[in-house]
């Protein structure tokens, strides 16, 4: 089976998002049709993004550094904010939701935390080790330095099933933020909050 998959790409560089929507072609051997559904976006981009690699340059700067952001497969809306807090609240076992947004404005960075409001201690320790060996798995060009301007978020959803925390990362946004930059300011919010 053939499908569409549709997206806007990103710049990780300078931040600016094509509007224009691009579209790739998609086959039953890359993933199932139905399979999508279970996916969220970050996870789908992954696979998204290998098949980008030759992805033609960012038409504002030219760098070829860039994500896939608003994927649709079809009519499907893979991240879609309050159809993931619907499904977070029919699930019998306690849920929590992390929300954070560094926003990096003339050098200054400042940390928007947002999600549930009493999200589980552990959770949030369970959230750094995840987040830590992203960052460590992550190419570097994934990554820029010495930008004066960025976005990163991430949202995380972490179900208590006995006392673990089934963790899925539901969607990224990254540019113009360097690895080390990530990783020291939400470390800070971690060390902070998980006691
Ligand atoms: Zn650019």
Redesign the pocket.
Request: one cysteine or more; a negative charge; proline letters at 2%.
């Given at each position: 089976m053939v499908y569409f998959v549709e997206y806007n790409p990103s710049?990780r560089?300078?931040?600016?998002i094509d509007r224009i929507s691009h579209l790739i072609q998609f086959i039953s051997t890359d993933i199932e049709y139905d399979d999508y559904k279970s996916m969220t976006e970050y996870e789908f981009s992954v696979i998204l993004e290998e098949r980008l690699i030759n992805f033609s340059p960012?038409r504002?700067?030219?760098?070829s550094n860039l994500s896939a952001q608003n994927i649709k497969i079809g009519d499907y809306k893979i991240y879609d904010f309050d159809k993931m807090i619907e499904v977070l609240k029919a699930e019998n076992h306690i849920t929590n939701l992390l929300i954070l947004d560094l926003q990096k404005n003339y050098g200054e960075i400042e940390l928007k935390v947002a999600g549930k409001s009493r999200n589980e201690s552990d959770f949030i320790s369970e959230c750094m080790v995840k987040v830590n060996l992203l960052l460590n798995e992550s190419p570097s060009r994934k990554f820029v330095l010495n930008r004066t301007d960025g976005n990163f978020q991430i949202v995380i959803s972490g179900i208590n099933i006995e006392g673990k925390h089934k963790l899925r990362i539901h969607r990224i946004i990254n540019y113009g933020f360097s690895k080390e930059e990530i990783r020291s300011n939400l470390n800070k919010y971690f060390f902070e909050n998980m006691l």
């Amino acid at each position: 089976m053939v499908y569409f998959v549709e997206y806007n790409p990103s710049c990780r560089d300078c931040g600016v998002i094509d509007r224009i929507s691009h579209l790739i072609q998609f086959i039953s051997t890359d993933i199932e049709y139905d399979d999508y559904k279970s996916m969220t976006e970050y996870e789908f981009s992954v696979i998204l993004e290998e098949r980008l690699i030759n992805f033609s340059p960012c038409r504002n700067c030219g760098s070829s550094n860039l994500s896939a952001q608003n994927i649709k497969i079809g009519d499907y809306k893979i991240y879609d904010f309050d159809k993931m807090i619907e499904v977070l609240k029919a699930e019998n076992h306690i849920t929590n939701l992390l929300i954070l947004d560094l926003q990096k404005n003339y050098g200054e960075i400042e940390l928007k935390v947002a999600g549930k409001s009493r999200n589980e201690s552990d959770f949030i320790s369970e959230c750094m080790v995840k987040v830590n060996l992203l960052l460590n798995e992550s190419p570097s060009r994934k990554f820029v330095l010495n930008r004066t301007d960025g976005n990163f978020q991430i949202v995380i959803s972490g179900i208590n099933i006995e006392g673990k925390h089934k963790l899925r990362i539901h969607r990224i946004i990254n540019y113009g933020f360097s690895k080390e930059e990530i990783r020291s300011n939400l470390n800070k919010y971690f060390f902070e909050n998980m006691l």
